[in-house]
């Protein structure tokens, strides 16, 4: 009796032992890929699976997105110019079976091969394509990775730059050229500010010659815009042109005055003055 209650009790032991070695979990966002004497039979499902202990083996492999950053690359581009290009890669296994059998380390591959990737696809542009063009060197990134990595079971979702580092000689010359565009640009837009306000000048002085009266309106607009302030100027307007000619015919009359001989200007001592300065005498 006690040899036969050993026995079962060790039976159900072993056969408790076996349950434990054959179960597996899989979880919802992993494939398990399953090996029966070193040969895959085929991929488990999320849930609960039973394999046969000791001969089947079960590897994990994650479907989930996984983010890779490419360290920092020295670069040379087409144009010569040395800048340190740092970029992140997204990719996921779509098939498990692949990913296991196919290559070694699939997460270390892709780094390796993504770097190569940078320096090359980076090293065709100039350096102002590389800044400005951004977006078409992460396609041509992710395309050309997943021409490679289709055949490990591998997807690349999304390649981008993630920092582009400048020399300082380059960052300087930049900056000047930055800053010689906008005086450009300023200069520009100053030269056509001056040419309509000319041209706006031009067009009020054509209406207020047509219109007398508008220059009388824009002398008192000026002097109520000088009042405004409560000062004690006292301006009176007067036509530019008309004071101008009279102080003309006034610096005129002065110099013929004295251009005349003194004997005509001033009488001698005792005689009486001269009958050409006498009012209503005939000089001739």
Partial sequence: MNTTTTVLIVVAAILLLGLVLSVRIVKQYERGVVFRLGRVVGARDPGLRLLIPIIDVMRRVSLRIVTMPIQSQGIITRD?????VSAVAYFRVVDAIKSVVAIENVHAAINQIAQTTLRKVVGRHTLDETLSETDK??????TILDVTTVEWG???????LKDIQLPEAMKRAMAKQAEAEREKRAKII?????????????????????????LQLRNLQSLVEIG???N?????PAPLMSTIGELGTFLTREA????????????????????????????S
Avoid: C, Q, Y
Wanted: aromatic share 2%.
């Fill in 190 to 214: 100053n030269a056509e500010g001056e040419s309509l306000a000319a041209a706006a000048l031009g067009a009020a002085s054509d209406t207020m010659m047509d219109h007398p009266l508008a």
């Fill in 137 to 142: 060197i992460n396609e041509d990134i992710r």
């Fill in 154 to 160: 591998v997807e690349v979702t999304l390649v981008e």
């Fill in 232 to 236: 004690t100027t006292v301006v009176f």
């Fill in 256 to 283: 013929a005055a004295s251009r005349r001989p003194a004997a005509e200007v001033a009488p001698t001592n005792g005689s009486d003055p001269p009958a050409s300065l006498l009012p209503g005498v005939n000089r």
């Fill in 228 to 230: 405004v302030d409560k």
């Fill in 80 to 84: 010569n110019v040395s800048v340190d």
